[in-house]
């Protein structure tokens, strides 16, 4: 925060002795001085230097192992959505698809930027030439060589292989920001002239959102046509691809109260949950549309119990990873004839939402309820309970608006 400080300078006066005639006038020969004042100066501090964009830097020329960047074209791998597109529409009216093809053309974008050279972007399915840059798995024997040994969703390794420049991520997030590492090693060089060794290559781990789904079958994706595709997470995966890691841990019919037979606690997703949870950084939690159903005389000791297992669920996340940051999102609209998702619990999420956030808890609540009835509407939940294709679609744009609208406040 910038500083302001205010220096005053006075002027000071001299007075001579004054001798008084008649009418109280100066007497002749005397010299009055005004008081002299100064206006303070201004003093700010120098404005901050802007953040260093590695991508949004220029260069006379880059070369890869020694060839200049115009003889490349850079080849994409094929889109592993394109069956599921034909066979499930419905979903695939929120989020983006063929991940490789989006990052190859932002690619060619930010080297146009860089050099005024414009590179050809292409499938994998078109001629192989003696200098590529390989975006995601190709088919490329020199993509499959890069790829090998990427345990995990975050790593990444950027590298030069037999001449080509091979770009490749366990995960389309970490693909996106493995070219981070490329563009940092340009500006590394500090030159207007750079170029990427025939030995190059960097492996490291891209830092991404890992979000834990937790819920019921409409978490589970009940309804659709596959989950895989279709689920609310699936979808949201889609729509926040550049820097989530969406993870579903929903399973149908499942409860917040531990004393049910179907507690959510007694799953193996719990299990998996709670084995990764140090891995994750928010935990949205959409439990409570079954409680009121197994019990449909609630009264104090049922809203003790379900407040027992929304406490539990919370302090064995906390036990892996004290720095979670939780979404309770209460229950969706319901028009069937049961007991699920009872106004009860409803507002029992809301007000046991905001005494934890009291007690210090960094909890927020989603009204799913008020979503899914004036946005989503029943119109999208064929069975009065369970979304379809379109609806699950819907649910998840909304769940990643909440997502990025509180990213925004954390930066």
């Known amino acids: 925060m910038k500083k302001l400080f205010a220096l005053l300078m006075a002027g000071a006066m001299l007075a001579l002795p004054v001798l008084t005639g008649c009418g109280g006038g100066a007497a002749e020969g005397t010299t009055t001085t005004a008081a002299a004042t100064t206006e303070a100066p201004v003093v700010t501090d120098p404005p901050e230097e802007p953040v260093f964009d590695p991508k949004a830097a220029t260069y006379d020329s880059i070369t890869l192992d020694g060839v200049a960047l115009s003889e490349f074209t850079i080849v994409y791998a094929p889109d592993a959505y394109t069956q599921a597109m034909r066979s499930y529409p419905d979903s695939f009216l929120e989020g983006e698809t063929h991940f490789d093809k989006l990052i190859a053309e932002e690619l060619a ?52 292989k037999e001449g080509k420049l091979c770009v490749n991520g366990a995960s389309s997030a970490a693909t996106y920001h493995a070219l981070d590492a490329l563009y940092a090693h340009f500006a590394e060089q500090n030159s207007k002239s750079v170029n990427v060794a025939g030995d190059y290559t960097v492996r490291a781990s891209a830092d991404l959102i890992t979000v834990a789904c937790v819920g019921d079958s409409i978490t589970e994706g009940y309804n659709c046509s596959n989950g895989t595709y279709c689920s609310y997470p699936a979808v949201l995966q889609r729509i926040l691809w550049k820097d989530y890691i969406i993870i579903n841990y929903g399973v149908s019919g499942k409860t917040m109260r531990e004393d049910l037979a179907d507690a959510y606690i007694k799953t193996s997703a719990y299990t998996g949950m709670l084995r990764n949870a140090k891995q994750a950084d928010i935990t949205l939690i959409m439990l409570g549309t079954n409680d009121s159903n197994r019990d449909q005389n609630w009264n104090a000791d049922s809203t003790a119990k379900f407040e027992e297992g929304y406490r539990n669920l919370l302090n064995e996340i906390n036990k892996k990873n004290s720095q979670m940051t939780y979404f309770m999102m209460n229950c969706p609209v319901y028009s069937g004839t049961g007991a699920f998702g009872s106004r009860t619990v409803r507002n029992l999420q809301k007000t046991l939402t905001n005494t934890l956030i009291a007690e210090g808890w960094d909890l927020h609540f989603f009204d799913m309820y008020t979503y899914t009835k004036d946005v989503i509407t029943l119109a999208n939940f064929p069975d009065g309970l369970h979304p379809g294709d379109k609806g699950y679609g819907m649910l998840a744009r909304g769940v990643a608006d909440m997502l990025e609208e509180y990213r925004a406040t954390q930066n």
């Open 109 to 160: 974008t930010v080297l146009e930027n860089m050099t005024g050279t414009k590179l050809s972007v292409i499938p994998d399915t078109e001629a192989e030439s003696a200098h590529e840059i390989l975006i995601g798995k190709t088919s490329r024997a020199q993509s499959e060589e890069n790829g090998v040994g990427m345990s995990t969703a975050y790593n990444y390794r950027v590298s030069m």
